[in-house]
């Protein structure tokens, strides 16, 4: 088939585009940097079309229109991970949460979800006509094979990454073409707890190692501390500017890894200009879905796996949850799970758990007695590995409860070691 000229036959403006779904559709749509705003913008603009839509994505950089009150019964999102953009939708019963492993996502969306539409944001088709799905592309496949339609903004501003990260024109039922700049993640803010943590958590690693972050002040500051390390590698659900800034340092060679050799691995990328200007046409960076990214029996293959994740409270029993504060869904479980199962099977692997001692301005202490009162387990104590606080790392694998807690209070904070075992005490 002549591509161009199907590309060509197939291209529409953002009002046919959408006027041409249906009233009803399930649609999914990229995200993080490859969120594609124009298709989005237009679905909330011509909202009368749409009755009982829904939508489903999940990392919102900016804000998030399609999650207005005013989209009610026009269209309903669902999500994996809570954020900014979504949570008061989710409080107030206008959205949904659903609970699903991040590398179970591709197998929701193909036998539970079941999509009739996809909206995606692609690079400029090669000389192939195969177009790159840039900066995520973690369960864009699944979704693409089993929708109806498949709506691309075909954006020149998208950078073309490798990986099994493509699409062919061929596949695209609508073609609109708007060049506009991608959401950039700006750089965090990181104090003196957030360096204290980056540098137990460097404590833990070794030359050669693999590592899994995520991304905030405490992953960036962790990366700040690896400067003096040889031949890391990546493989993670996600990188941002830290980790292409220690690849030119020579830090990231991923040279070591047992699979992928060579290659930062990832599924999504968000973060600023100068990353998406890095990985565009870069072969030492490849994209891949959150199916094999994420899948734990994969990412084990690599030795000494280092996962480095963050929580909001952590029990003195070692249970974590990442994503409730009590029974509010803040965020989601996220790649969490998966890599610390997956660093656990890892030969030499380690399972990190970052986080600050206290919160709401040192009047809460993050490690807890109990768990908050309706709070979801988000890591178990039977596969929890490290924690880490600005007070150093407790190891609590093969620990009985006693020294679990033990471990745990000596790395709270002094304002309240002395609560917490006094509270143990009188628990057991």
């Not at 790159?132 to 075909?154: H, N, P, T, Y």
């Not at 660093?343 to 768990?371: D, W």
């Not at 807690?405 to 904070?413: Q, S, T, V």
């Amino acid at each position: 088939m002549d591509w161009e000229k199907y590309y060509e036959t197939h291209k529409m403006s953002l009002r046919d585009a959408i006027l041409s779904l249906p009233s009803d559709a399930v649609m999914t749509a990229g995200h993080a940097g490859s969120e594609p705003r124009a298709l989005l913008q237009a679905v909330c603009d011509y909202k009368e079309h749409f009755k009982g839509a829904r939508l489903f994505s999940i990392v919102l950089m900016e804000e998030a229109p399609y999650c207005a009150p005013c989209m009610e019964g026009h269209l309903r999102y669902v999500t994996m991970f809570n954020s900014a953009g979504s949570r008061n939708a989710v409080k107030e019963n206008r959205a949904d949460f659903v609970p699903v492993y991040y590398s179970e996502v591709p197998s929701y969306i193909k036998n539970y979800y079941k999509p009739n539409v996809v909206l995606i944001q692609v690079s400029k088709p090669d000389i192939h006509g195969y177009c790159s799905m840039g900066c995520c592309c973690d369960f864009q496949r699944a979704a693409i094979d089993s929708a109806d339609f498949v709506l691309a903004q075909v954006n020149e501003n998208q950078p073309y990454v490798m990986g099994d990260n493509f699409v062919h024109v061929t596949e695209i039922t609508h073609i609109v073409e708007e060049n506009r700049p991608l959401p950039v993640l700006g750089a965090a803010k990181i104090g003196d707890v957030e360096r204290a943590i980056g540098k137990n958590c460097a404590a833990l690693i070794n030359d050669g190692d693999t590592l899994q972050l995520g991304i905030g002040a405490i992953p960036d500051a962790v990366l700040l501390s690896l400067k003096d390390k040889k031949d890391l590698g990546i493989h993670s659900e996600m990188f941002s500017d830290g980790v292409a800034e220690l690849i030119d340092a020579g830090v990231v060679t991923n040279r070591r890894k047992n699979i992928d050799t060579g290659m930062s691995v990832a599924t999504f990328l968000m973060g600023s200009q100068k990353l998406y200007s890095y990985i565009n046409n870069n072969p030492s960076v490849a994209m891949h879905p959150v199916d094999y990214t994420n899948n734990p029996l994969i990412a084990c293959k690599n030795d000494n796996l280092i996962a480095i994740n963050s929580c909001i409270q952590v029990d003195l029993t070692g249970q974590v949850t990442a994503e409730t504060i009590g029974t509010a869904q803040f965020s989601g479980a996220g790649g969490q799970v998966d890599f610390v199962r997956g660093a656990n099977l890892s030969q030499g692997g380690k399972a990190v758990i970052a986080i600050p001692s206290t919160a709401s301005h040192g009047r809460i202490s993050r490690i807890a007695p109990v768990m908050d009162l309706g709070s979801a387990v988000t890591t178990s104590r039977y596969e929890v590995d490290y924690i880490v606080t600005e007070y150093g790392a407790a190891s609590l694998k093969g620990r009985t409860l006693n020294e679990r807690a033990e471990a745990l209070i000596a790395i709270a904070h002094p304002d309240f070691r002395e609560s917490l075992r006094q509270q143990w005490l009188k628990r057991f």
